[in-house]
């Protein structure tokens, strides 16, 4: 039974899930590095991973269409052929693969990937579009067995654009691809069914909607560097948990 009757649970879900959504208004992603886990405390982890999902959906379609004009299409065309191919790829090896290994290999890449760029100052020089379709496969597959794709995306979009308003609208528009494909494979297991998920979204999605909008008008009071500073910090905590989620598989 969901705790759904408990007014302190509800009332601590919407404050999470509140400020894990400013964090996705001023970045493009990283609501789910705060909200899956605290609410995993609260409700079944299946049940969190299918609603974070969908609140994520939703929040980046709001805040990607509301920027289309900004977000980077040539970028995009590289990268999400190759996230599709992932996700599929990533379906087959969350049923063959042990996860734990793959995914403590994957924690410490996206977590020094954030020390490395928080040590070293902002880099004006873009990197190559050729590593496109590595991040766009890499953030596909990760995004499919493990819930979390943004960090890879971002890694590879931190260093092609150089315009904040840019990046925030390109990886909103990336993150939504990806989401969609992973919301046909839980409509497809039929994790979409879930008893009170209905009445768990009817709660949640005005704190999602507080906290995006809430996001987005603080974004405007950080520097590029400042996001990018901040977008650094994100990867880091992205990998923490998936160490310690590493950790309890065991």
């Known amino acids: 039974m969901f705790p759904f009757d408990q007014a302190a649970a509800v009332a601590t879900g919407f404050v999470i899930i509140a400020l894990s959504y400013i964090i996705f208004g001023l970045t493009g992603f990283g609501a789910s590095l705060i909200s899956i886990p605290v609410l995993s405390h609260f409700y079944p982890l299946p049940f969190v991973i ?119 609208a390109t990886m909103s528009f990336t993150v939504a691809f990806n989401l969609c494909a992973r919301v046909l494979v839980f409509a497809f297991a039929g994790l979409l069914q879930q008893a009170q998920l209905a009445l768990a979204l009817a709660w949640f999605v005005p704190a999602a909607a507080l906290g995006v909008w809430t996001g987005t008008r603080l974004r405007g009071r950080v520097s590029h560097a400042g996001l990018l500073r901040l977008l650094y910090i994100v990867l880091i905590g992205c990998g923490a948990s998936l160490i310690v989620r590493a950790a309890g598989m065991n």
């Open 50 to 168: 299918v609603l974070a999902c969908l609140l994520d959906l939703g929040a980046a379609l709001v805040l990607g269409g509301s920027r289309r004009r900004a977000a980077d299409w040539s970028e995009l065309k590289r990268m999400l052929p190759f996230a599709f191919i992932g996700t599929v790829v990533g379906v087959t090896l969350l049923i063959a693969v042990p996860q734990n290994m793959t995914l403590l290999a994957l924690a410490l890449f996206i977590s020094g990937h954030g020390i490395y760029g928080l040590w070293q100052p902002v880099r004006a020089r873009p990197v190559s579009a050729a590593w496109a379709p590595f991040a766009g496969f890499l953030g596909g597959s990760t995004g499919a067995v493990f819930g979390i794709g943004g960090p890879a995306f971002l890694i590879y979009l931190a260093r092609r654009l150089l315009d904040k308003e840019r990046l925030v």
